[in-house]
């Protein structure tokens, strides 16, 4: 069994939100799992966002995933590949 993950993490997220939403619905097909975190509520709400997504799909779809997603400014991203005989 294995198990794809992407982990996204946004340094300026009222500013890169939009356009990694854009990103991510446009790959929404290899989405199968998303979870978004980030601290603060109202007027308390921080500027820093993590994705953690599971992906499904080619390798070179995840990996053409995380690469549009890197070359945004303040935003990182990691494919990870978990595997379990």
Known sequence: ??????VILIG???E???????ILTAWGCIIKT????HDGVLDNCSDEGLL???LHGSKEQKDE????V?????????????TVD
């Open 1 to 6: 069994m294995s198990k794809s993950i992407l």
């Open 12 to 14: 300026k997220r009222k």
């Open 16 to 22: 890169e939100a939009v356009k990694v939403q854009q």
């Open 34 to 37: 998303r979870l978004g975190i």
């Open 52 to 54: 953690i997504l599971e």
């Open 65 to 68: 995933l995380t690469r549009k």
């Open 70 to 82: 890197s070359v945004l400014p303040g935003v990182s991203s990691k494919l990870v590949e978990l």
